[in-house]
């Protein structure tokens, strides 16, 4: 049952990521505004239901691994760089914070790259 509840949770978010881009068109800036509003909800979202939902829960998996994982990923990796600095590895934290923002674009560059 938990596919179940992971499957609908991430065709609403994978719905609602694409509503939204569709309503906001891009600034002629080129700036990404979208995109950065997904993430920062995203990440506000999965940090609310972090603390709101019953670990293990159906709803926990709707919520957090459903809509949140397909909404963005990003929201996965703000919430493991707030638990890192509450456990108390605030050096992991900053370590996986500028490792993830250095070799994700540069892997995706790359992946880019191979396929141009």
């Given at each position: 049952?938990?596919y179940?509840?992971?499957?609908l949770?991430a065709?609403?978010?994978?719905?609602?990521?694409?509503q939204?881009?569709?309503?906001?068109?891009?600034?002629v800036?080129?700036?990404?505004?979208?995109?950065?509003?997904?993430?920062?909800?995203?990440?506000?979202?999965i940090?609310?239901?972090a603390?709101?939902?019953?670990?293990?829960?159906?709803?926990?998996?709707?919520?957090?691994v459903?809509?949140c994982g397909?909404?963005?990923?990003?929201?996965t990796?703000?919430?493991e760089?707030?638990?890192?600095?509450?456990?108390?590895?605030?050096s992991?934290?900053?370590?996986?914070?500028?490792?993830s923002?250095?070799?994700a674009?540069?892997?995706?560059?790359?992946?880019?790259?191979?396929?141009?």
């Amino acid at each position: 049952m938990s596919y179940l509840y992971i499957s609908l949770g991430a065709v609403l978010g994978a719905l609602s990521r694409y509503q939204l881009d569709r309503w906001f068109v891009q600034p002629v800036s080129g700036f990404p505004w979208t995109t950065l509003a997904i993430n920062v909800t995203g990440s506000f979202l999965i940090g609310l239901f972090a603390n709101a939902l019953p670990d293990r829960s159906d709803l926990r998996l709707f919520a957090m691994v459903g809509f949140c994982g397909s909404y963005t990923t990003f929201s996965t990796y703000s919430l493991e760089i707030v638990k890192l600095l509450q456990s108390g590895n605030p050096s992991v934290a900053l370590i996986y914070l500028a490792a993830s923002a250095v070799l994700a674009p540069l892997a995706c560059y790359v992946g880019y790259s191979l396929t141009s």
